[in-house]
Every structure is written in structure tokens, then in C-alpha cells.
């Protein structure tokens, strides 16, 4: 983070507060407008994302997509506005103002230029807003919501669920959708991937400590007088003499009483 830290230095006194408060107000205007007119709104149409057109002129198009509304029913976009406003307000808290302006700044930036390897295609924020989302997720993936508003899930499981479409997208989409997958977790990267390695690490730290552990349970020892084992008397505090050859194991009651074992081969020498 040490990147991060850098920028924020020098350029938090440019960061919007409550940028999420705002781009929901703009899509609540955006959304009012155009609701008259359906699905044939000019005002969508011409406020869409289509690299070709900004290439002709249009180049308010590369900033109004960010406006337009996540549905066109109301009750969904408004559930939609809630929870982008939770999980936006949220992430600000815990990274500051500038951190969250970066995150969705990075996703912007990566969206729109990703959007114009293929000009004739219109591009979606849906990606883009998404990565907020599986950003919040990974804070607080114990946080519930009530699908339908009756079942209670963990976000963590719709997080699960939205990489795996991802993924699907990339896999089987058009190309557009391809970039877009692409550009649209490029923030996610840039804020995340440490953690993401550093959990790695410790998984296989933990994966090899556990490897050791069954091998030292799994190790059973004799004493080489009497023949208790630790396989039987688990709880009983087996040693070894450093006095005989080969590394033999007695009880307590045999560590100290017991004839030492001399290597033969050694003694003949």
C-alpha cells in the first residue's frame, strides 16, 4: 500500500466526500427523467457509453454512463440505491474519502478504456458498481441480507456467486463483456491482491504445520524394554537415551533403569 499512501499525501485535498451519496442522486435524476419514455429514452441513449459516438463528439458519454440507473423498476432500483448506498458509505469509513474516490476512479478509468476495443458495443457500469460490492464483501462477508427481503444469506456467499459469473462472462461473454470483466476488477486488484497473497501464504503455512502435526501424532514410541507405546498410553511421556545407539525409546520407568545400548561395530573398532 505503500503506492497508496503516497497519493493520498499528496492529492487527498481533491477527494469527494460522499461520492456514493452523489453518483445515486445523479442516477435518481437520470432515472426520474427518463422514466416517462421507457425503454426508447433519448436521454439513455445518448447518455450511454459507446466509443464510437465519443469518437464522433460525444465525449460527455465517457462520464454520463456512470449516471445511468442500475434498473428501470422502481422497486428494484430503489433496493439497488440502498444497498450501493450501505456498502459505498461503508467502504468510505474505513479507507477515507480519497481511498474510495481512488477505488472507483481506477474502475472508471479501466471500464471507459476498456470499452473502446470494441467502439460499437455500449458499456455497462454494472461491472463497475459490482466491484464495490465484492470490495464491501470482503470487509464484512458475515454481513446478512434478506433476499426477497425473507431469506437471510451471508454476503460472502453472494460474493462467491457474483466471481463465479464473472468468471462465466469472461469465459463465455462477447468480447465487450470480456474487457469489461477485465477493466472492471482492476481496482478490486489494485486495493486487494496483497491481502489476497498474504492468505495464500498463510493457508499453505497452515496446510504444512498441519502436515507436520499428523506426522509427529502419527509417530508411535516404544520403550524398548518393557514394549508400553505411546499408540496406547497416548497421555505417558516417552524418551530417548542419548547414550544408546540407535535412538531407542524407553517409559519412565526405564529411562533411567535400563543397559545401555552400545553400536557393536563401533565397540569392535
Not at 447518455?47 to 465517457?62: C, N
Not at 479507507?95 to 467502439?119: C, D, E, H, Q, Y
Amino acid at each position: 500500500m505503500k503506492l497508496l499512501d503516497w497519493l493520498e499525501k499528496r492529492f487527498s485535498r481533491f477527494a469527494i466526500p460522499n461520492l456514493t451519496l452523489l453518483l445515486i442522486i445523479g442516477q435518481a435524476v437520470v432515472f426520474l427523467a427518463s422514466l416517462s419514455a421507457g425503454e426508447d429514452s433519448a436521454l439513455l441513449k445518448n447518455t450511454a457509453l459507446i466509443p464510437s459516438k465519443v469518437l464522433a463528439g460525444e465525449y460527455w458519454r465517457i462520464f454520463t454512463f456512470l449516471l445511468h440507473p442500475f434498473d428501470r423498476n422502481p422497486i428494484f432500483v430503489l433496493f439497488s440505491w440502498y444497498i450501493f448506498y450501505l456498502m459505498g458509505t461503508a467502504l468510505e469509513s474505513i479507507w477515507g474519502a480519497f481511498r474510495f474516490n481512488l477505488f472507483i476512479l481506477v474502475g472508471f478509468v479501466a471500464s471507459v478504456a476498456a470499452s473502446f476495443l470494441t467502439p460499437d458495443a455500449p458499456a455497462t457500469n454494472s461491472y463497475l458498481y459490482g466491484t464495490v460490492f465484492l470490495a464491501f464483501a470482503r470487509f464484512f462477508p458475515d454481513f446478512v441480507i434478506h433476499l426477497f427481503f425473507l431469506i437471510p444469506i451471508k454476503i460472502r456467499w453472494l460474493a462467491f456467486f457474483a466471481w463465479i459469473g464473472y468468471a462465466l462472462q469472461f469465459a463465455f461473454g462477447s468480447p465487450a463483456e470480456q474487457w469489461m470483466v477485465l477493466a472492471s476488477i482492476a481496482n478490486y486488484i489494485l486495493f486487494f491482491w496483497r491481502d489476497h497473497l498474504n492468505k495464500a501464504r498463510d493457508h499453505r503455512r497452515r496446510i504444512s504445520f498441519a502436515t507436520k502435526v499428523a506426522k509427529t501424532k502419527s509417530l508411535v514410541h516404544t520403550c524398548a524394554v518393557c514394549g508400553r507405546s505411546s499408540d496406547k498410553e497416548p497421555r505417558t511421556q516417552f524418551r530417548y537415551c542419548s547414550k544408546c545407539a540407535g535412538q531407542k525409546c524407553y517409559c519412565p520407568d526405564h529411562i533411567r533403569d535400563h543397559e545401555h545400548i552400545v553400536d557393536e561395530t563401533s565397540t569392535s573398532e
